[in-house]
């Protein structure tokens, strides 16, 4: 049974950028395939980074249109992963990590269960997702925010808690105390526990 684990990344960053992220985990979890896939189309702020749908103009009440936009390519991105690594749906276990724009649609396929997953990790992110959800969601959820974010607040993901709490799915937090829009390695080390624990790689 394959144990993949696939890393989203932020609005105008890219797969690269994760890969500080994927090499921790690699020698935390040398038992888990890590993937960092580049987002689904090219950062429209004008880097060279990518992003998985646009924010430019964006609003409260058009984010959740743009994340179900966003679904279809996104989707492709991860039947090509499948593709790469043998990875069949139904047999083999599936993780997403998202940060920050990566953690919103990992929550969203999380609510959606549209995908094979067992457990979302959700950094620095927030739910937006349109409803309804999914009434039939199996997978958990662990929502890591730094309580000093300035770009997206922590009581987002303690919002989020509550309403997938209200939705059935078990949900574990972590907020960091003066931690920034970033990913911690105290943050880091505390998703790979946790992601050992879904995978029961402990035993």
């Not at 997702?129 to 997206?152: F, N, R």
Request: proline share 4%.
């Amino acid at each position: 049974m394959k144990k993949l684990v696939v890393l989203l990344h932020g609005v105008g960053s890219s797969g690269a950028g994760m890969q500080g992220v994927a090499q921790l985990l690699r020698q935390l979890l040398p038992d888990v395939i890590v993937s960092t896939p580049d987002g689904t189309s090219s950062f429209a702020g004008g880097n060279a980074g990518y992003q998985w749908f646009s924010v430019q103009d964006i609003t409260e009440n058009s984010r959740p249109r743009r994340i179900a936009e966003a679904r279809s390519a996104f989707d492709g991105v991860l039947r090509e992963i499948f593709r790469q690594h043998d990875f069949v749906p139904g047999e083999d276990q599936l993780i997403l990590l998202g940060f920050s724009q990566g953690a919103i649609m990992a929550l969203d396929a999380l609510v959606t269960n549209r995908l094979p997953l067992i457990a979302v990790v959700a950094f620095s992110g927030r739910l937006s997702s349109p409803e309804p959800w999914s009434g039939q969601i199996h997978a958990k959820a662990l929502l890591i925010h730094g309580t000093s974010d300035a770009v997206i607040p922590w009581r987002e993901s303690e919002n989020a808690c509550v309403r997938l709490r209200d939705a059935g799915i078990e949900v574990e937090t972590l907020f960091e105390p003066g931690i920034s829009h970033t990913l911690s390695i105290s943050g880091i080390k505390k998703a790979a526990e946790y992601i050992a624990r879904r995978f029961n790689l402990n035993g």
